[in-house]
Structure formats: structure tokens, C-alpha cells
């Protein structure tokens, strides 16, 4: 394995996580509401989608990646009109309750793994973006199958150590949060996450 690939793919992994969109904010939110494993596992979603994405880039799937640029259109909607949906969700919910009772089997934490990767899923730009990365970067060649695979592994556990470091901060931080902060930082995320829904609704509504 190429030590030194294996790093850039990690800060490359690293560095498509780091922009705090709805994602961030919707694994913040479930780290304070139930804990770490909730907020890392919602993170682990997202990173394995960006991962499957970086892997169609990397191996030059293009049937998949012509699929994708020609629906990108519809696949941005529905991923905004989920999330739309979930922050008006976050935002009517009552955090106090599952906070006091986290251990109510309420949590659903495989619902919140698959439900980061699928709204990941519904975000082409990423492929698009990962493209971008490994032409500018010249990192990946097609035509041997190790160099790409070890860049992608880089790129999984740089977005896996990301997500993990998020949702241990955010935990510490937890047991320091009254309970009243907690009701209003779950209104202002709700409200935070429904607008990142709108605002990319009416984006593409105005550029169609």
C-alpha cells in the first residue's frame, strides 16, 4: 500500500466532511438528543454514501456517473424535500423526553445510519465533486486497480475519523447542556435545517 496516497485520501475524506451543511448539522443535533453512537452513526451513513460516490468516480463508472448528471435535477429536489421535511420533523419533536428516557429504545439508531446515507445519496454533486479532486489532484489511475483502492480507503476512514471526532465532541459538550438549552438548540436546528431544504428548493426551482 502507498503510505502517502493513503494520507492524501484521508485528508481528502477529511476535507469533503468538513463543510457543515444540513448533515453536520442533523449529526450534531442527534449526538445531543441521544448520544454519541446516534450522532457517529449518523455521520457513518454519510460517510459510506461519499464513499460509494468516491469509488464511481475513482473507477470511471461513467454509465452511472451519465445517470446521475442527468437526473442531478430530481435527486437534488427529493434530497431537499427530505430534508425539508425532517427539520420541520426535529423542530415539532420534544428532545427533553427522548433525552430523559434515552434508554427507551427510541433511538432507532439503524434509522439514523440509513437515513444519513440515503439523503447523502440524493446529493450527485459529490461524485462530481470527488471528480473534480482526483483530475485537479491526478490521483487516480484507471488503468491499475490498487492505487485507486487505497485512496478510497484513505477517503473512508478520513470521513469515518471525522464523524467520530464530531460526535465525541459534541457528546462532552452534552452533559454540560440544561435540559431547557436543549429544547431550544433542537427549534433552532429543526428551523436551520428546513431552511438548507428551502433555500435549495427555490435555488433550483430559480435555475431550471
Not at 457517529?40 to 445517470?67: K, N, R
Not at 420534544?94 to 445519496?121: A, M, V
Not at 491526478?138 to 469515518?160: H, Q
Amino acid at each position: 500500500m502507498d503510505v502517502l496516497l493513503f494520507i492524501k485520501g484521508i485528508l481528502i475524506g477529511v476535507l469533503m466532511s468538513f463543510p457543515f451543511g444540513p448533515m453536520g448539522l442533523l449529526c450534531i443535533h442527534r449526538t445531543l438528543k441521544n448520544g454519541r453512537t446516534s450522532g457517529f452513526l449518523s455521520g457513518m451513513g454519510v460517510a459510506t454514501a461519499d464513499t460509494i460516490y468516491a469509488i464511481i468516480a475513482g473507477f470511471g463508472v461513467s454509465f452511472i456517473v451519465h445517470f446521475l448528471e442527468e437526473r442531478q435535477l430530481f435527486f437534488h429536489i427529493l434530497g431537499s424535500l427530505i430534508i425539508l421535511l425532517l427539520g420541520i420533523r426535529i423542530f415539532v419533536s420534544n428532545p427533553i423526553k427522548s433525552f430523559r428516557y434515552k434508554n427507551n429504545g427510541e433511538q432507532r439508531f439503524t434509522w439514523h445510519y440509513f437515513s444519513g446515507f440515503f439523503l447523502t445519496l440524493t446529493n450527485p454533486f459529490i461524485i462530481i465533486a470527488f471528480l473534480a479532486v482526483f483530475t485537479t489532484l491526478n490521483l487516480i489511475d484507471k488503468n491499475s486497480f490498487l492505487p485507486a483502492a487505497t485512496i478510497i480507503l484513505g477517503i473512508f476512514m478520513g470521513a469515518t475519523s471525522w464523524w467520530f471526532m464530531v460526535s465525541s465532541v459534541v457528546n462532552r459538550l452534552r452533559s454540560r447542556i440544561r435540559l431547557r438549552k436543549i429544547f431550544w438548540m433542537n427549534k433552532i436546528a429543526g428551523a436551520i435545517i428546513f431552511l438548507f431544504g428551502f433555500l435549495a428548493i427555490i435555488g433550483f426551482l430559480v435555475t431550471a
